[in-house]
């Protein structure tokens, strides 16, 4: 059961906070004397151990010069930005338009050549036509509240981006909740597209599409959130407030587990088709 993506960020975190209380009380100092020395009320510290606030570099550096162990700044400094680094707020990612937020991640995808990825809700971006993308990309700028909607240039982006999968060495393993075919974020024309794209795409050699039927007796995992899974090394989660990247080896595994045991509940070839073809049939 992979644990909460949330949770590893405040983790990550919670290590950082740790470790700088763990200097203070080595140093024989109280919340308050550790105030004084760094010039700042003795509530911060207490949120900064308390992993309520995640410290600056320079919070870090007054810390540990505080507590005569200006040696540790460094790898502290870093320890905190990885951990800062892994729950990134859709605001904070979306402030430079949608369509930035597609190109951003290419490097990512540039770097990988095994694909996995697990949606409940929607057609993979990897497998997305422009019509498809555009209205997903359109539903989140309108919740969002972007100033600008740019999300047919995103989609765009986004189906460029998409075409690495057709490089050689590429493969990907798509899973897919039978619901995720059924929510219409798009008009019925592109609708219709897009879930015909998945009968083209599904047959491609480099791609394995598995459709996981409403059905499915005694389920072995319950429908999680979207996550893709980079190769073996990163694991990107998607909430309603904010992506979370997962590194830890052993967290990427447990989430490496869920994904097949959603795998082996899956269908393949002409019974996932049969269940696109079930869904094109149900937009007339």
Same mark, same amino acid.
């Given at each position: 059961?992979?644990?909460?993506?949330?949770?590893?960020? *405040?983790?990550?975190?919670?290590?950082?906070?740790?470790?700088?209380?763990?200097?203070?009380?080595?140093?024989?100092?109280?919340?308050?004397?550790?105030?004084?020395?760094?010039?700042?009320?003795?509530?911060?510290?207490?949120?900064?151990?308390?992993?309520?606030?995640?410290?600056?570099?320079?919070?870090?550096?007054?810390?540990?010069?505080?507590?005569?162990?200006?040696?540790?700044? *460094?790898?502290?400094?870093?320890?905190?930005?990885?951990?800062?680094?892994?729950?990134?707020?859709?605001?904070?990612?979306?402030?430079?338009?949608?369509?930035?937020?597609?190109?951003?991640?290419?490097?990512?995808?540039?770097?990988? *050549?095994?694909?996995?990825? =697990?949606?409940?809700?929607?057609?993979?971006?990897?497998?997305?036509?422009?019509? =498809?993308?555009? /209205?997903?990309?359109?539903?989140?700028?309108?919740?969002?509240?972007?100033?600008?909607?740019?999300?047919?240039?995103?989609?765009?982006?986004?189906?460029?981006?998409?075409?690495?999968?057709?490089?050689?060495?590429?493969?990907?393993?798509?899973?897919?909740?039978?619901?995720?075919?059924?929510?219409?974020?798009? /008009?019925?024309?592109?609708?219709?597209?897009?879930? /015909?794209?998945?009968?083209?795409?599904?047959?491609?050699?480099?791609?394995?599409?598995?459709?996981?039927?409403?059905?499915?007796?005694?389920?072995?995992?319950?429908?999680?959130?979207?996550?893709?899974?980079?190769?073996?090394?990163?694991?990107?989660?998607?909430?309603?407030?904010?992506?979370?990247?997962?590194?830890?080896?052993?967290?990427?595994?447990?989430?490496?587990?869920?994904?097949?045991?959603?795998?082996?509940?899956?269908?393949?070839?002409?019974?996932?088709?049969?269940?696109?073809?079930?869904?094109?049939?149900?937009?007339?």
């Amino acid at each position: 059961m992979p644990v909460s993506p949330s949770s590893s960020a *405040q983790a990550a975190r919670e290590a950082v906070a740790r470790c700088l209380r763990d200097l203070r009380k080595e140093a024989g100092l109280t919340i308050v004397e550790l105030a004084d020395r760094c010039g700042w009320h003795h509530s911060k510290t207490s949120r900064i151990e308390n992993a309520l606030t995640g410290p600056t570099a320079g919070d870090i550096r007054r810390w540990c010069t505080a507590v005569q162990a200006a040696d540790q700044a *460094q790898g502290l400094i870093v320890q905190s930005i990885n951990a800062e680094s892994m729950y990134r707020e859709w605001r904070h990612q979306v402030r430079n338009g949608l369509k930035h937020l597609q190109e951003s991640s290419v490097q990512v995808f540039r770097d990988t *050549q095994l694909f996995r990825v =697990y949606s409940s809700t929607l057609v993979p971006g990897l497998l997305q036509t422009e019509g =498809y993308a555009a /209205g997903v990309l359109g539903i989140s700028a309108r919740f969002r509240e972007l100033p600008v909607d740019d999300s047919e240039a995103a989609a765009r982006a986004r189906v460029e981006r998409s075409r690495i999968i057709h490089e050689p060495g590429r493969r990907l393993v798509a899973i897919i909740e039978e619901s995720a075919l059924r929510h219409q974020v798009c /008009g019925v024309d592109a609708m219709a597209a897009q879930l /015909g794209y998945l009968l083209t795409a599904g047959a491609l050699p480099q791609v394995s599409l598995g459709i996981v039927p409403m059905a499915t007796p005694m389920r072995g995992q319950w429908p999680r959130e979207t996550f893709h899974i980079y190769d073996d090394r990163l694991v990107s989660v998607e909430l309603v407030s904010a992506r979370v990247r997962i590194t830890q080896p052993s967290e990427t595994a447990v989430y490496l587990q869920a994904f097949e045991q959603l795998r082996a509940m899956a269908v393949y070839g002409a019974d996932a088709r049969a269940l696109v073809l079930r869904a094109i049939e149900a937009l007339h």
